[in-house]
């Protein structure tokens, strides 16, 4: 089965020579493959007589045109297509009573368009686009299934829906206190009374998304859908969130995607693998329980299915920190920072050549203004940093302008360092971005963008703030790997303060902890060694991790269970091999 994919916001086709038509073989030898049907701008390409050849793909200017060749038999398992040559996905999760069902794939590639289809938001039209999609057909595909079943309910509204979606930033458009926004949707908004009386439009986005998840919890419901609930949330809050929601699961169906593979491996019982081709088709794999399930995802091999669809992620052992091999890159005096409501005191220490620091804390509790500090962007009402070096920053709230990717990369190009094309730019696929406008970008692409932009810069110190936030599992691991590859290569160092703890136990070496009273008063301590530093943080929160036996990567245990409790007992709350 050939499946032709063209991304509309891509074509142009009054900035280009039309060299889809003009170069494909068919259509020069008078078969209308590819062609701009009356009434349209666009052109279309007919999948039936395409012969895949891939030329028209090669030659599209702005990279435009995707043709995948997929296994025959999957046309069976078509559930939704956005239109022609519009990106499709096959197969369908199943929720489960009583379970926590977990999504897992890159971005792009159907999660969103699948929770839309088992919240009733979309009727799927199995790949007939040209006609309005009823149930009818729907539950009739699936006769005798307990899918059928599903969306004959679904059909009837006889199943109670809630819903939290992905992007919860409209929320802040609202024109009131918090107290009245949860009194319109008629919930008691519990785990949230230090918020009520402020305004909905003066919050931070770990707040709001505190909010949304409150209110789709909150809501009498059968089956409850989040589409990513750790963005903008620190460690604490994720899992006092993930705690939540596991409570509903003892009698109600709960499907969650989630990018935070601590939390999704807390969190859920069962998880389906989603793989495919980004923007082009996506196919959901079958159910595997959670740690096989995530398992399989780092290892990019599905085995029953025989389908690799990613490079191998591994976790390795951390080595102590040698501090007498390494050379001092900069160092501070114990700092102190002091606001009108907020105050920062930060203990002296060094950071060495080639060594990433990560930075754990919870929200509010001066992390940032750290940061900002060591960047010369705020400076310390008490204590000196070494001013003498260079300073590279990502912020972590990115605000997109009007220009090009391309145009962003080449009016920088002359303060770049020699290795950002093959280290930087080449591995985040920022070459593929340069022909968009920094304003269209979704989330995770400006995300790229920054991180890229901050990587390319010549500095002696990269200060990277949330590199994880809309990024998928896979991007996230992607760029832990190439701020790693940077610092070691250039000799440089980098400070990134990140709440995903798969994301730190890749990129660090070191860790620098902050604790306190968030909002009132912050302490900072560091850097430590990862064992060290992680011990200090998670006795902190109450919380242990383990190794995987067969992946190494870090695992949360059940609290109050036999390993929670051993662990606890001999002060290891992070167990490296």
């Given amino acids: 089965m050939r499946v032709a994919v063209i991304d509309k916001d891509r074509c142009q086709p009054k900035k280009c020579s039309l060299e889809c038509i003009k170069y494909c073989p068919r259509v020069r030898g008078g078969v209308k493959v590819i062609e701009i049907l009356e009434g349209e701008e666009k052109p279309t390409i007919s999948e039936e007589i395409c012969v895949g050849c891939g030329i028209c793909v090669h030659k599209c200017p702005f990279k435009a045109i995707h043709i995948e060749n997929l296994a025959e038999e999957l046309k069976e398992d078509l559930i939704h297509q956005y239109g022609k040559n519009g990106f499709r996905i096959f197969r369908l999760p199943l929720p489960r009573k009583g379970k926590v069902v977990g999504l897992l794939g890159e971005n792009g590639i159907g999660k969103t368009t699948v929770l839309q289809i088992l919240s009733g938001k979309i009727i799927p039209n199995l790949g007939n686009f040209e006609k309005d999609a ?12 307990e899918l059928a079943e599903f969306f004959k309910k679904i059909a009837n509204e006889e199943i109670k829906i809630s819903y939290k979606p992905q992007y919860i930033d409209k929320l802040s458009y609202y024109k009131g206190k918090v107290k009245d926004f949860i009194d319109e949707i008629g919930v008691k908004g519990e785990g949230i009374d230090e918020l009520m009386e402020r305004e909905m439009s003066k919050i931070s986005g770990g707040e709001l998304q505190k909010i949304a998840i409150s209110v789709a919890i909150e809501k009498p419901a059968d089956i409850y859908f989040f589409d990513e609930l750790s963005s903008y949330l620190d460690i604490k809050n994720r899992l006092e969130m993930a705690k939540r929601i596991r409570e509903l699961a003892n009698n109600k169906m709960v499907m969650v995607v989630e990018h935070d593979l601590a939390v999704l491996d807390f969190l859920a019982d069962y998880i389906h693998i989603l793989y495919g081709s980004k923007g082009v088709y996506g196919i959901v794999a079958g159910a595997k329980g959670v740690r096989h399930g995530i398992n399989l995802y780092l290892s990019g091999y599905l085995k029953e299915e025989n389908v690799r669809f990613g490079e191998e992620i591994k976790f390795e052992k951390h080595p102590p920190r040698e501090a007498k091999e390494q050379e001092i890159l900069i160092s501070f005096e114990r700092l102190k920072k002091k606001f009108e409501d907020f105050e920062l005191e930060v203990e002296s220490g060094e950071i060495y050549r080639g060594e990433v620091v990560g930075v754990l804390g919870p929200n509010g509790i001066g992390k940032t203004t750290f940061v900002k500090m060591l960047a010369g962007i705020v400076e310390p009402t008490e204590g000196k940093i070494d001013s003498s070096v260079k300073v590279s920053y990502k912020p972590q709230y990115i605000k997109p302008f009007d220009k090009t990717v391309e145009n962003l990369f080449s009016e920088n190009k002359k303060r770049f360092h020699v290795l950002f094309e093959k280290e930087v730019l080449k591995p985040l696929g920022i070459k593929d971005l340069f022909d968009k406008n920094l304003k269209n970008l979704s989330g995770g692409e400006l995300q790229i963008v920054s991180i890229a932009l901050c990587l390319s810069l010549e500095a002696d110190i990269y200060l990277i703030d949330e590199p994880s936030a809309y990024l998928d599992a896979k991007q996230r691991m992607k760029v832990a790997k190439v701020i790693k590859k940077v610092m070691e290569k250039e ?26 009273e968030p909002g009132k008063k912050g302490r900072g301590g560091g850097p430590f060694s990862l064992r060290d530093g992680m011990n200090l943080f998670l ?27 051993e662990q606890k007992s001999i002060g290891e709350y992070y167990y490296e091999l």
Avoid at 134 to 145: A, H, L, N, Q
Avoid at 492 to 513: C, G, N, P, R, T
Avoid at 543 to 565: A, H, M, W, Y
């Fill in 134 to 145: 009823k149930w009818d057909e729907i539950i009739e595909k699936w006769r005798g299934t």
């Fill in 491 to 516: 000799g440089k160092a980098s400070l990134v303060v990140e709440h995903d703890v798969y994301f730190i136990d890749m990129v660090s070496q070191s860790l620098m902890v902050f604790s306190g």
């Fill in 539 to 565: 006795k902190d929160l109450g919380i242990t991790f383990r190794r995987d036996e067969d992946s190494n990567r870090p695992r949360v245990n059940k609290i109050g269970s036999t390993l929670d409790r």
